[in-house]
Each structure stands twice: as C-alpha cells, then as structure tokens.
C-alpha cells in the first residue's frame, strides 16, 4: 500500500493530501506512517 501512496503523491502536482486508510495499516510497528517518514514524508496523525 505505501507503494501506492507514493505512486499518487509522486505523480500529482506538489500540495497537500488526505488519504484515509484503515485502523489495521496503523498497529504494526512497520505500518504505513512509519515506512512514509522513513523514506523522507511529513506524515501528521489526526486522532
């Protein structure tokens, strides 16, 4: 999936993005906003 994320922000014009996601990508420590911050993305949490 994070694939599929970067693929989108990769290929649109420069901004801002709300992606909504399920609660299940978020419990793993290797989950998706630790490997987005990894390779380098501002990654904000909305609780």
Sequence with gaps: MVEKIIEILESKEKGSYFL???AG???NPN???YQLKEKG???Q???
Excluded: A
């Design 20 to 22: 909504v996601v399920g």
């Design 25 to 27: 990508h978020f419990v």
């Design 31 to 33: 989950g998706i906003i």
């Design 41 to 43: 993305y501002k990654v």
């Design 45 to 47: 949490v909305f609780n």
